[in-house]
Each structure stands twice: as structure tokens, then as C-alpha cells.
């Protein structure tokens, strides 16, 4: 199937819903919406669960982790120390990065016809 590329980009920065890329797709932070509010789509069928947690984890940690190690093997510095330095930019990389995720998640699910 021909994936629409320039659709699954526009959905993940627009944050809208995939069918109609009008309705709003998340009711809050991170909660997905049980139904579009301009088209009707379902979009409770679309959610994602963890997936886009555990695809941000592992690209984070592919990044952060060799800077990570190579620091600390560098630097002599308490344990605490660390943990302040190196736990606000992880934490907030997630945060900034979790919705446009799971928003792309979400468009991919819907362009692939998982949604029954």
C-alpha cells in the first residue's frame, strides 16, 4: 500500500485527527479522543497504548547514552550531580516529543487500516 507521506507528517505536527485533519486529537495531554468531533471518527480504535512511549525511549537513549557514558567516565562528579544535569533533558525531550509520536502512531494506524 502507498503510504501518503505528506498526510502522516501533517498529522503528526497538526496533532488532528488522520480521517478528516480537522478535529482535535488528543482530549488533554496525552488522551487520545473517543471520537472526532467534526467527522465521527472513532478514534478510541486508534490508540496506540504504549507504543510511541517505548519508540521515544530507545531513540532517546540511542542518543543520550554515549554522551552519557563518555561524561561520566570523564568527569569526577557525585551520582546526584548527574541525575540533576542529565535527567532535565531527558525528561523534557520525552515530554516535547511524545505527542507529535503518538499522534504519527495514531495516522500510521488509520493510513494502514488497522482500525477495524
Not at 519508540?55 to 568527569?75: S, T
Not at 542529565?86 to 525528561?91: S, Y
Not at 505527542?99 to 493510513?111: D, E, G, M
Given at each position: 500500500m502507498d503510504m501518503p507521506?505528506?498526510?502522516l507528517v501533517?498529522?503528526?505536527?497538526?496533532?488532528?485527527?488522520p480521517s478528516c485533519e480537522k478535529?482535535?486529537?488528543?482530549?488533554?495531554?496525552?488522551?487520545?479522543?473517543?471520537?472526532?468531533?467534526e467527522c465521527g471518527f472513532e478514534l478510541a480504535k486508534s490508540d496506540t497504548g504504549d507504543g510511541p512511549?517505548?519508540?521515544?525511549i530507545f531513540i532517546i537513549g540511542f542518543l543520550f547514552l554515549p554522551?552519557?557514558?563518555?561524561?561520566?567516565f570523564h568527569a569526577d562528579r557525585p551520582g546526584?550531580?548527574?541525575?540533576?544535569?542529565?535527567?532535565?533533558?531527558?525528561?523534557?525531550?520525552?515530554?516535547?516529543?511524545l505527542?507529535?509520536?503518538?499522534?504519527?502512531?495514531?495516522a500510521l494506524a488509520f493510513h494502514t487500516r488497522r482500525n477495524p
Amino acid at each position: 500500500m502507498d503510504m501518503p507521506i505528506a498526510a502522516l507528517v501533517r498529522a503528526c505536527l497538526s496533532q488532528r485527527c488522520p480521517s478528516c485533519e480537522k478535529g482535535a486529537l488528543f482530549d488533554g495531554l496525552l488522551k487520545i479522543r473517543p471520537v472526532c468531533s467534526e467527522c465521527g471518527f472513532e478514534l478510541a480504535k486508534s490508540d496506540t497504548g504504549d507504543g510511541p512511549a517505548v519508540f521515544l525511549i530507545f531513540i532517546i537513549g540511542f542518543l543520550f547514552l554515549p554522551i552519557v557514558i563518555y561524561v561520566e567516565f570523564h568527569a569526577d562528579r557525585p551520582g546526584w550531580l548527574s541525575l540533576l544535569i542529565w535527567g532535565p533533558p531527558i525528561v523534557g525531550l520525552a515530554i516535547i516529543l511524545l505527542r507529535p509520536v503518538k499522534a504519527l502512531s495514531v495516522a500510521l494506524a488509520f493510513h494502514t487500516r488497522r482500525n477495524p
